[in-house]
């Protein structure tokens, strides 16, 4: 798997990046939340950031966002160092939180006109064509409003200003399918194929394979993976196995193997950077040449980050092997 030191050459990272962290690490009280961040989000990029709950997304974002200290290192964020990131700055930036506070008795458009005064640029066509996209009307009150439409709301007055750099921390959180279209297509449009920098963190693998260039993966408060996103994808690979049972020893033994789980009467087997040897490997399972698998960029993280966890790798799954038992393999 590509490491985000092995990809600092990688084809496609501009020389002035949007945000650049170096060395940033944060603790709360005696618990490094976020460790040795070295990261840079490149201009004209949307770039997903992903992983498991508690892998220190949002303490990174709040931190870049210059609303955290970090405990060492910094972030720079538009040039400027983010702990003392000026007013003019930060209204270039458009920041979303889940939550976003609204007044609840406010009409939608009176949100935008008690937004707009802070700022120099405002965009009301654009405003209003996101708003519309949420299917709101403009004269609903906030109160009647549901949270899909409420976070479509939220987004049109971030993107309104017409921010160069957003910041999104989980966007579509508890947002029903219609709604996260709508904010998938919202995003797709505001990035403008490279015009503008979008970082977001999310859980959900489907939408970052729609909308984003560049992925990001943090575990356990480390970067463990920063790469574009077909690259990702094309690095892991899955097979089926078809069978039984399965020897653990050979199964562990297949290079670049990333997890196996036991699905039904077949062992899919997730491995990075597959090659000859690998298939092999792979052939020796069951002695019939690998049935590939075609996976999606949900897939590969999901196998990615499971493996990291160290829970869900063949040691822990069902595989039912009598060398398996026989050799004692642990959890
Ligand atoms: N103010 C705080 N005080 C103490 N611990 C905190 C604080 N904020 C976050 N943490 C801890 O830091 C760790 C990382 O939290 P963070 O919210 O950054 O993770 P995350 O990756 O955004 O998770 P999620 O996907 O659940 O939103 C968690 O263990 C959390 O409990």
């Known amino acids: 798997m590509k490491t985000h030191e092995q990809s600092s050459a990688d084809r496609s990272s501009p020389t002035v990046p949007a945000i650049e962290l170096q060395g940033l690490t944060r603790y709360f009280g005696a618990k490094p939340v976020v460790r040795d961040l070295d990261f840079r989000v490149p201009e004209g990029q949307v770039t997903a950031l ?4 508690g892998a220190g997304k949002t303490t990174t974002i709040r931190i870049l966002m210059g609303l955290l200290a ?3 290192g910094k972030a720079i964020t538009l040039g400027e160092d983010a702990s003392r990131m000026s ?13 976003h ?3 609840p008795s406010m009409r939608v458009r009176q949100c935008q006109d008690f937004q707009r005064a802070g700022y120099a640029t405002w965009n009301n066509e654009l405003f209003r064509d996101i708003v519309r996209h949420f299917g709101i009307d403009q004269d609903a009150r906030v109160s009647t409003l549901s949270r899909g439409q409420r976070a479509g709301v939220s987004l049109a007055l971030v993107l309104a200003p017409d921010p160069e750099l957003l910041v999104l921390d989980d966007p579509a959180l508890g947002l029903d399918p219609v709604s996260r279209r709508a904010l998938n297509e919202t995003l797709i449009e505001f990035a403008g194929g490279g015009k503008r920098t979008v970082i977001l963190s999310t859980h959900l693998l489907d939408d970052v394979e729609r909308i984003a260039d560049r992925v990001a993966v943090m575990v356990g408060g480390r970067l463990k993976v920063d790469t574009m996103m077909d690259d990702f994808t094309d690095r892991v690979s899955l097979f089926a196995v078809h069978g039984d049972e ?6 562990a033994a297949i290079p670049g193997l990333i997890e196996a789980r036991k699905l039904g009467d077949r062992l899919q ?3 990075a950077d597959a090659d000859e040897e690998t298939l092999a490997a792979i ?5 019939q040449p690998p049935e590939r698998v075609d996976s999606t960029l949900g897939d590969a993280v999901l196998a990615y980050l499971t493996r990291e966890r160290g829970d869900g790798s063949f040691f822990s799954t069902p595989v039912t092997s009598s060398s398996h038992r026989k050799n ?3 959890r």
């Open 283 to 287: 052939d020796r399972l069951s002695g």
């Open 101 to 103: 506070f609204l007044y």
């Open 328 to 330: 004692g393999a642990q």
């Open 246 to 251: 399965f020897d653990a020893s050979v199964v």
């Open 87 to 99: 007013v003019s700055t930060r209204a270039r930036i458009g920041y979303l939180v889940e939550g």
């Open 70 to 72: 970090p405990t060492r």
């Open 269 to 271: 087997i997730a491995v």
């Open 50 to 53: 992903l992983g498991l709950n």
